[in-house]
């Protein structure tokens, strides 16, 4: 596609239950990013996938959260047993870029897609 | 945690007249990026400086980069009611974990026709 897709655009669960966000990155993006914005605030990084490699996954909040990318292009972010505090829209990002490859790399620009938004009741 | 911290928080102008925004950062970097958010939507990036330079054009935007300062500004010239969005910077971490972009608040700008 010509963008990043993500989907769903919009989910309600009660606590407890588990959500799956997916993500469509750019087709031959190599770098995959998913952040998390709550409301009023800038995205806060969650994890970094290099094709199938899950290169950072230091910002994710809990072991409640798991992201994947299996095949090196479409990635997951699931989240389980919500919590309130989980409610925000998850931004996923694709990057062309080979990020990390050559020492001292520069993070280059990031294609986001509109964002799934989550609330836990 | 947010390295980046855009002042002001918001900022309300009349059609025609400049913006500028300023981001401070606290480590190292590669490089700051400055991304435009409209409401309800994803980001889009809008610029890149990176360490080794001092001012960048694109259009009616003019980003410049102190890092002795550890800071940044983005202006817009002549801004038009389209304008009206929230700004973000973001920068990544010298040395740091590539790909992790580390984004400011925003500043929330207003342009009324």
């Known amino acids: 596609g010509a963008g990043v897709s993500q989907s769903p655009r919009y989910k309600v669960a009660k606590r407890g239950q588990d959500v799956a966000l997916r993500c469509d990155p750019i087709?031959?993006?190599?770098?995959l990013f998913w952040y998390q914005q709550a409301l009023g605030q800038g995205p806060e990084f969650l994890t970094y996938f290099q094709n199938e490699a899950q290169l950072d996954k230091s910002g994710l909040p809990s072991d409640r959260f798991f992201a994947e990318r299996p095949e090196g292009s479409v990635s997951t972010l699931k989240i389980q047993r919500t919590q309130q505090e989980d409610s925000a829209v998850y931004l996923c990002a694709s990057s062309l870029g080979l990020l990390g490859v050559v020492a001292g790399a520069h993070t280059g620009e990031l294609f986001f897609g509109e964002g799934s938004r989550l609330t836990v009741l | 945690s947010q390295q980046g911290e855009e002042d002001p928080q918001a900022l309300s102008i009349q059609e025609g007249e400049n913006a500028t925004m300023n981001c401070s950062y606290k480590?190292?970097?590669?490089?700051l990026q400055w991304y435009r958010q409209n409401s309800g939507r994803g980001l889009v990036h809008l610029i890149l400086i990176r360490s080794n330079e001092r001012e960048k054009h694109s259009g009616r935007l003019r980003v410049t980069l102190d890092t002795s300062k550890k800071s940044s500004s983005l202006l817009i010239t002549a801004s038009r009611a389209a304008d009206t969005a929230s700004y973000f910077c973001?920068?990544?971490?010298?040395?740091?974990?590539?790909?992790?972009?580390?984004f400011g608040k925003g500043t929330k700008l207003s342009v009324k026709p």
């Open positions: 087709s031959g993006h190599v770098s």
């Open positions: 480590t190292s970097i590669n490089n």
């Open positions: 973001a920068t990544d971490r010298y040395g740091g974990s590539q790909g992790n972009l580390i």
